[in-house]
T-cell receptor
Framework: QQQVKQSPQSLIVQKGGISIINCAYENTAFDYFPWYQQFPGKGPALLIAIRPDVSEKKEGRFTISFNKSAKQFSLHIMDSQPGDSATYFC?????????????FGKGTLLTVNP | DAGVIQSPRHEVTEMGQEVTLRCKPISGHNSLFWYRQTMMRGLELLIYFNNNVPIDDSGMPEDRFSAKMPNASFSTLKIQPSEPRDSAVYFCASCPGRNTGELFFGEGSRLTVL
C-alpha cells in the first residue's frame, strides 16, 4: 500500500519558470510533511517541511502548500534555476515521541533547462 | 562537524556472498534509519533504531537481512546470502529527535550483486 503518492515522475521546466510537484497521502495521522532534495550520487537532504497547523510555508524560492481536507500538499519552486535540477521527494510521518518514521513518495526528477 | 558516514561507497559482489554495510551517525543523534533506494520502489525504510534499540524492522525484506546497532556511534546492515535483487543504494540516516524530524542522510552504499 503506497501511503504517499507523488506526481509527476519527471518534470522539465525552463529557467525562470515555476516547478510544481504534488503529493497526496492517505494516513490522517501524519502530521509532518517534509520535502527532500537529492542530487546524483548524494543522499537526500531536507529542503523544507510543514506541519498541518499552517496552509503554506515559504523559504526563499521554495513554498509548500498544504490542504488538510484534501490530504494533499505540493512544492512550488519559483524562478527555477538549472542548479535546482535534482530529484525531489515528498514524505510524511507521525511525529509522536521521538520517532520520525518517514514514508517517502517515489520522487520527481526535475530538469531545469538554461 | 562530520555528517553521516557510510562505508563502503561501492560494493560489487557475487550472489551468495555476505555483504556488510556500515554507518556512523552524527554524534548526539539518537535515531538511526536504514533505507534502500531503487528505481522501481523508490526509498524504502528497512529498519530504524532509537537509542540503539530496534524499534521497527517491518521493512526488512526477509531473514537474509539483519541490522545491529551495538553503540550510539555505529550500525551495520548485513545481507547473507546476497542475491541480484538486493542490488540498490542503501542509505543510512540519523535524526537528532528533540521535536525535529529532519533526517540527515549519508551518501549511500551502492551495492551490485552479480
Amino acid at each position: 500500500q503506497q501511503q504517499v503518492k507523488q506526481s509527476p515522475q519527471s518534470l522539465i521546466v525552463q529557467k525562470g519558470g515555476i516547478s510544481i510537484i504534488n503529493c497526496a497521502y492517505e494516513n490522517t495521522a501524519f502530521d509532518y510533511f517534509p520535502w527532500y532534495q537529492q542530487f546524483p550520487g548524494k543522499g537526500p537532504a531536507l529542503l523544507i517541511a510543514i506541519r498541518p497547523d499552517v496552509s503554506e510555508k515559504k523559504e526563499g524560492r521554495f513554498t509548500i502548500s498544504f490542504n488538510k481536507s484534501a490530504k494533499q500538499f505540493s512544492l512550488h519552486i519559483m524562478d527555477s534555476q538549472p542548479g535546482d535540477s535534482a530529484t525531489y521527494f515528498c514524505a510524511a510521518s507521525m511525529s509522536g515521541g521521538s520517532n520520525y518514521k518517514l514514508t517517502f513518495g517515489k520522487g520527481t526528477l526535475l530538469t531545469v533547462n538554461p | 562537524d562530520a555528517g553521516v558516514i557510510q562505508s563502503p561507497r561501492h560494493e560489487v559482489t557475487e550472489m551468495g556472498q555476505e555483504v556488510t554495510l556500515r554507518c556512523k551517525p552524527i554524534s548526539g543523534h539518537n535515531s538511526l534509519f536504514w533505507y534502500r533506494q531503487t528505481m522501481m520502489r523508490g526509498l524504502e525504510l528497512l529498519i530504524y533504531f532509537n537509542n540503539n534499540v530496534p524499534i521497527d524492522d517491518s521493512g526488512m525484506p526477509e531473514d537474509r537481512f539483519s541490522a545491529k546497532m551495538p553503540n550510539a556511534s555505529f550500525s551495520t546492515l548485513k545481507i547473507q546470502p546476497s542475491e541480484p535483487r538486493d542490488s540498490a543504494v542503501y542509505f543510512c540516516a540519523s535524526c537528532p529527535g528533540r521535536n525535529t524530524g529532519e533526517l540527515f542522510f549519508g551518501e549511500g552504499s551502492r551495492l551490485t550483486v552479480l
